[in-house]
């Protein structure tokens, strides 16, 4: 309970102090944020992914204005955490005409931390649908994009763009619960498959506290 109330307090603060420091040095404090996750941070991948949904229309968006595909009637902590830092919102990575010099977002709405291969090897299909989104294959997307990325980074060069840029991971974890509850029933589920979904986000966090 404490821990919870100290983020809420903490991040407002952090997020204010950025802007302050931003706008102090006339330079922003990240180049780009990188976001993975699924739908407590999808800004529009899902949408692009699997065509027309529910997130395409009211009342998603409606405190936004219009329905911007993100699973929310506005916007999303992500979508915060970039004003915060003085960057434009993230944008989805699937909607290939963006600039993603300033970031890309690929979470997907019913994202899970574990491959689709291997709910299908543990019997597991439902709920359907199952997509090809999981943390391992974002983290391909971002491979495919680095080197366009790193072709553009000017000065300083690909390794300073990307340690001066914002990894945003997470949430990750539910969908797979989701699965697992529904098909294997809690005790197995607590047992048996949390710690698997434990050990992918964190390989997950490896990889990308290593760009
Ligand atoms: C992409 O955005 C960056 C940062 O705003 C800008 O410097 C660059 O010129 C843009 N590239 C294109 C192709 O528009
Ligand atoms: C890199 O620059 C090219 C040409 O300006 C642009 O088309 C491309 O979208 C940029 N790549 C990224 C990842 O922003
Ligand atoms: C999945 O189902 C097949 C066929 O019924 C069975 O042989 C296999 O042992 C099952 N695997 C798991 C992990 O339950
Ligand atoms: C899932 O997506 C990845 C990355 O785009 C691709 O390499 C892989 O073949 C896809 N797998 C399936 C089962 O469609």
């Avoid at 979508?79 to 003085?86: C, R, S, T």
């Avoid at 539910?174 to 710690?195: I, S």
Wanted: glycine residues 10%.
């Amino acid at each position: 309970m404490r821990a919870a109330v100290l983020l809420l307090v903490v991040l407002p603060c952090l997020l204010h102090g950025a802007d302050a420091a931003a706008r102090w040095t006339k330079k922003p404090l990240f180049q780009a944020i990188f976001s993975f996750g699924d739908s407590y941070a999808d800004t529009g991948n899902y949408v692009i992914l699997e065509g027309d949904r529910p997130f395409n229309y009211s009342p998603y968006g409606e405190s936004f204005g219009r329905p911007t595909g993100r699973a929310s009637d506005g916007l999303l902590v992500i979508d915060y955490v970039a004003k915060g830092v003085d960057l434009p919102l993230v944008p989805p990575y699937l909607d290939k005409g963006q600039n993603f010099s300033e970031g890309a977002n690929f979470a997907v709405i019913g994202a899970r931390a574990l491959d689709q291969a291997y709910f299908l090897e543990q019997n597991v299909s439902s709920p359907a649908p199952m997509m090809n989104s999981s943390l391992g294959v974002q983290l391909r997307w971002f491979e495919e994009l680095k080197p366009s990325l790193c072709n553009n980074a000017t000065k300083g060069g690909c390794r300073d763009y990307l340690g001066r840029s914002l990894f945003v991971l997470g949430e990750f974890g539910g969908n797979d619960y989701l699965a697992f509850l529904a098909a294997k029933g809690v005790e197995q589920t607590t047992r048996a498959y949390v710690p698997v979904v434990i050990d992918a986000i964190a390989a997950g966090a490896e990889v990308s506290i290593q760009n």
